[in-house]
């Protein structure tokens, strides 16, 4: 099975880069964002997306974080 390594921050365009350092500030790490920067279009569509997202959110902080916390649970994620 074909397996793809993240790619180093240091090696990312300016956009990725920030992109990435979007996720670490936010999660803690960016490890998926930087594997699915083999594919820049898609990393930069997605980050739109979620920013698009958070921008017309329509449920408050806490109530998403409970979803977060359910979710995490389902999927025996220790979040």
């Known amino acids: 099975m074909a397996r793809l390594e993240p790619i180093e921050i240091g090696e990312l365009d300016a956009d990725l880069t920030a992109i990435c350092e979007d996720?670490?500030?936010?999660?803690?790490?960016?490890?998926s964002t930087r594997t699915l920067a083999h594919?820049?279009?898609?990393?930069?569509?997605?980050?739109?997306?979620?920013?698009?997202?958070?921008?017309t959110a329509v449920?408050?902080?806490p109530l998403k974080e409970l979803v977060r916390l359910k979710i995490a649970r389902l999927n025996a994620c220790h979040y």
Not at 23 to 31: I, K, L, N, P, V
Not at 42 to 53: H, I, M, P, S, Y
């Open 23 to 31: 996720a670490e500030r936010q999660t803690g790490t960016s490890m």
């Open 59 to 61: 449920l408050d902080a």
């Open 39 to 55: 594919h820049p279009g898609v990393v930069k569509a997605l980050a739109a997306f979620r920013r698009t997202l958070a921008a």
